[in-house]
């Protein structure tokens, strides 16, 4: 098996020092072990013997501006926050109806070129742009809404061609724990249950974390709705639940 080409520049380098300072039968001797190690043309080993020592100016690479500036930035968490926070999947194919409107009453400062680059943001962009308004709004508790397998086998399950933000009873629900920063041993946790549609939100505090309070909680809940839940987003982007509670 021949030399990878980082070997072949150690190798050569190695050679060089002699190669250098060495008289021209010594020369002709390292040269010859070199194109036998290597399998390089001779004219091509002893020129990489000659550059093998040169200094070489390296220059920095120019680092490419970012896409979205800072106006950019500051028009999606107003989009973001107009809609109540959703996630990036649920606010990138709302941009292109939202900006327009947004710039038309004058709420963002944006030329046609910076809204054409926000209404193309993708979801993943947008969600690495949130990053840190998220991080904000997770300062008053922790949220520990995770799939449980008593809702799944309660609950089936549909795909977001179901879903309708503009139809009140689709809701989204968080399960925020009140463990003060320690999250060991047993506390109490608050679930809350947003209509995205209307703003309705209902709140059920709930002993710990374990299904069958969480489960019995968001019965609850769900019955003080003054409009029937017809679809739950639990924080997990690709699910919509669609509730056949009694």
């Not at 001797?29 to 001779?42: A, F, K, Q, S």
Request: aromatic share 6%.
């Amino acid at each position: 098996m021949g030399l990878t080409m980082s070997e072949r520049a150690a190798v050569t380098r190695a050679k060089a020092r002699v190669y250098a300072g060495a008289d021209r039968a010594k020369k002709t001797v390292i040269l010859d072990e070199l194109v036998e190690l290597t399998g390089w043309h001779r004219d091509y080993a002893r020129s990489a013997l000659r550059d093998a020592l040169k200094l070489k100016v390296v220059r920095p690479r120019r680092t490419r501006g970012s896409t979205y500036g800072p106006k950019i930035i500051v028009a999606l968490v107003k989009c973001w926050a107009v809609l109540r926070a959703p996630a990036g999947k649920r606010l990138a194919p709302m941009l292109e109806v939202l900006v327009p409107v947004l710039r038309r009453d004058g709420e963002l400062d944006l030329t046609d070129a910076e809204a054409a680059l926000l209404v193309a943001m993708s979801a993943a962009t947008i969600d690495r742009r949130l990053a840190g308004e998220r991080a904000k709004m997770m300062a008053r508790g922790r949220s520990h809404t995770k799939p449980g397998s008593l809702l799944k086998s309660q609950i089936p399950i549909r795909t977001w061609a179901d879903w309708d933000d503009a139809v009140p009873g689709f809701v989204e629900i968080d399960l925020v724990g009140h463990e003060g920063g320690n999250a060991s041993g047993e506390f109490c946790f608050t679930l809350t249950v947003t209509d995205i549609a209307t703003g309705w939100t209902v709140n059920r505090s709930v002993k710990n974390k374990a299904a069958k309070w969480v489960f019995e909680a968001l019965e609850h809940v769900i019955a003080q709705f003054p409009f029937p839940v017809i679809g739950i987003d639990s924080d997990y982007a690709d699910l919509v639940i669609m509730p056949t509670f009694a």
